[in-house]
């Protein structure tokens, strides 16, 4: 069965992003990163979650972290890949991307700033990894319309668009 061939019968009951679970060498340092940095609040995880771990909640959403090597299934530590803009993230609206840019320059955190043009649209875009080398992206891309595609030419074309890139000192050197 090819998934592009049928509708489906019903829709689907999601209603918005829950939460993330990320797998930490270090839950405290990984809480107080998400905490200072993003602004993330501690909450109360279940009574009968027996390994260590913790919760945070913040924008409607949570971030789950659980302490490597207390789930016997865990993987072993990755090795930091160098900030990615085309990896795999998690991304976050931001509503000034001015106080983002000097709040990650002050905290002398490492990112990469992009932008993605649309016509007359650009957004803006700030990618950097957590402790745990999972990146984070802090961007504008509420500015982008969400057009749903119903012609194939028109998915490939959107496939293809170019991302401009700037470094950290590209960034510092137009401030």
């Avoid at 090795?79 to 002398?108: A, V, Y």
């Avoid at 057009?147 to 401030?175: I, K, Y």
């Amino acid at each position: 069965m090819d998934l592009h061939d049928e509708e489906p019968d019903t829709a689907v009951p999601l209603v918005r992003l829950n939460h993330v679970s990320y797998q930490c060498a270090s839950v405290e340092a990984s809480v107080h990163f998400y905490q200072r940095v993003l602004g993330f609040q501690l909450v109360k995880r279940p009574a009968s979650l027996d390994f260590k771990g913790a919760w945070l909640h913040k924008y409607g959403m949570g971030i789950h972290l659980l302490q490597r090597g207390s789930v016997p299934s865990a993987p072993a530590v990755a090795i930091p890949q160098p900030i990615n803009p085309k990896g795999n993230h998690i991304s976050f609206q931001c509503t000034d991307m001015g106080i983002m840019k000097t709040r990650l320059q002050d905290m002398e955190l490492e990112f990469v700033a992009t932008r993605v043009q649309d016509g007359e649209t650009v957004v803006e875009q700030l990618f950097f990894h957590d402790p745990d080398g999972n990146m984070i992206e802090i961007c504008e891309c509420e500015k982008l319309p969400v057009v749903p595609l119903v012609v194939p030419e028109a998915a490939a074309a959107c496939l293809h668009r170019p991302l401009v890139q700037m470094t950290v000192h590209d960034q510092l050197a137009s401030t």
